[in-house]
């Protein structure tokens, strides 16, 4: 292919992603944009080996690939990395201070952005393969694919101190995705890293996760132990916890770069009712049928009832409610031990020594989880 004719497939490309609403779009070829993903496997492999990766075992598994674009499609000659922004239209941080309610992250509040992002590059995706011939594989978060460094290399921003991809024109609330193609295309100037000395996002996580500018420890981050964590949240997390039953957005909103970022254009993403800062008591009533029923087509539903529960019981644990209290006391023979755990956190949080040492007395000696029934002992 000639180089006006690549050049015309490219301009006609980004004129597709416009009509189909994706807020970016850029390109880097696999053989010269695989520097900064080979930069990124190192820090992958410092990370892997400090154990940061906690029970995410599938990061493991794939190293190698996620180092090497290549190992997953060696024909592949280009990556397309497209940016779906889900900017929010206020400061998420302010809910923290709403103790009565919980905090969801701002990605999940709306539809499940693999299903949105997915739908518009696969009609991307086909629409190039029809102009130009060449093969197309789609990827969104569904493959060992690093697309933030991808999208470094292609130029749509940087990887921050964070180590979030942080964009001038989007700041830090971008989904990405990523088609590689066996096209040759010309590709776009990577962006240089802009965070300079500024570190907000280092000094605003409230567990200390990040154990070096650009380097994460997930085992102690919230957003991690929110969602990914499968087990009990030890308890030096707790509290800083707050209220967030969902992720975390601290390290996000803060930075500087969000004040060009206009709010998210795409409608699916905007915050179902009460799905921004949902009321405790609701979440604590949950069973399975009505998470399933509540939480439909958002991320929260994959993370499932248990969890959201146990991270809902930290948050009452940290209201200081005391009305929560019934609810609570309910929860306390619930099925699963990680909500059994975290439903005597709290009560011992809650209630005065009296009430606590009553429901101790009718519980304890049902319990058979021995981790379970420790919470009765320590410093909640």
Known sequence: MSDAASSDLKSRLKQAA???SIDALAITRIGSGTAAVTAAGLRLKTFLEHGRH?????????ADKRANPSALWPQARSAIVVGQ???PDHDPMLALADTHNAVVSVYAQGRDYHDVLKAKIRTLAEQFARDSGADVKIFIDTAPLMEK??????GLGWQGKHTNLVSRSHGSWLFLGVIL????????EPEADHCGSCSRCLDVCPTAAFPAPYQLDARRCLAYLSIEHKGHIAREFRRPMANRVFGCD??????????FADAAREMQFLARGGSRTPPISELLALDDATFRQRFAGTPVKRTGRDRVVRNALIAAGNSGNTALLPQIEGLLTDPSSL??????????????DTAAHRLQAATAPLETD???AAEWSGTP
């Open 18 to 20: 416009a009509e189909l």
């Open 54 to 62: 906690g029970d995410m075992a599938w990061m493991a598994a794939n």
């Open 85 to 87: 922004s889900y900017a």
């Open 149 to 154: 460094p991808l999208a470094a290399a292609a």
């Open 181 to 188: 193609t066996t096209a040759d295309l010309p590709e776009d």
């Open 250 to 259: 601290d390290c996000l909103a803060v930075c500087p770069w969000n004040k």
């Open 339 to 352: 909500v059994r755990a975290m439903a005597i956190w709290a009560v011992r949080r809650l209630a005065d």
């Open 370 to 372: 021995a981790t379970v």
